[in-house]
């Protein structure tokens, strides 16, 4: 069941990344204005001086830490690396294929920004599996008298 659950998890990453990147510019625009409106309004008095190309990077990062953190719950501990590829493919992938689709520029710089996202979903979970990991091999060491 918890395979399932991760797998499911995954796969909603994986589509809600592909909606937002691969989608035509005229059925994700509205909803991406909408987003940045509500995203300017609400965080003005906190980021009011944070330029667009900035702004863009940090979407593009936080687009894929869920995707990340799905990637690193599908594999064991010692598998981080592999999910960070993984996020790196996903993101090229995207890149190459939005040069097909109208309205979608290639932007290669948003290779890094996408695969540092899915390496911060890939950290946050290694980080808390190995804590968990040591906790238990902690409880397990102590000696009881």
Known sequence: ??????????????????GLTLAPRMIVGPARR??????DATTLPVFGGVAYAE??????????????VA?????PLRGWPLAVAAGFVVSVAVEYLQAGIPGRVPDPPDVLWNTVGGAVGVGAVTLVRALAVAARAQRGSVTRT
């Open 1 to 18: 069941m918890r395979v399932f659950v991760r797998s499911l998890f995954a796969a909603l990453a994986l589509a809600v990344v592909a």
């Open 34 to 39: 909408a987003f940045l409106d509500w995203a």
């Open 55 to 68: 702004a863009e990077r940090l979407l593009n990062t936080a687009m894929f830490v869920p995707l990340g």
């Open 71 to 75: 990637l690193a719950l599908l594999l």
